[in-house]
């Protein structure tokens, strides 16, 4: 494995021991190789409970690298999600706990005053 995605899965914080590795019978073009070697690599992370097949060449070794890849870009996409996600919750709070603008106390003013009046019409006539 190069060092590039060591260095990525160590990041992540990816062990090797938390990965569930098989090889299953490959499919597809490729021909009568392909299809009787067990080059398919199915890679599962247990803590996220991601699953990815990969099984882009002949080669198992680089099919398990490309599998590893995309584990890693897998995580990094729920990771910006999950952060994505925290920080529009944050901008939601911020601009709920800010105070009104004189303009928006105008507005519900006017319209309070709109309502009474609308309520006063109501009144029964005596």
């Known amino acids: 494995m ?3 995605l060591q260095e990525r899965m160590k990041r ?3 062990r090797e021991s938390d990965l569930v590795e098989k090889f299953v019978l490959g499919s597809g073009s490729g021909g009568q190789k392909v299809n009787k070697t067990s080059s398919c690599v199915f890679l599962r992370h247990g803590p996220s409970k991601i699953e990815i097949h990969c ?5 198992r070794e680089a099919n398990r690298i490309t599998a590893r890849e995309r584990l890693c870009a897998k995580l990094e996409e729920q990771l ?3 952060r994505l996600e925290l920080a529009r919750k944050r901008a939601l709070r911020r601009v709920a706990k800010r105070k009104p603008s004189a303009a928006a106390k105008a507005r519900k003013r006017q319209l309070k005053k709109l309502r009474s009046e609308k309520k006063s019409n109501r009144k029964k006539i005596t």
Do not use: V, Y
Request: glycine fraction near 8%; aromatic fraction near 0%.
């Open 80 to 82: 910006k999600k999950k």
């Open 55 to 59: 099984q882009e060449g002949r080669s």
């Open 12 to 14: 992540l914080k990816i």
């Open 2 to 4: 190069n060092p590039a």
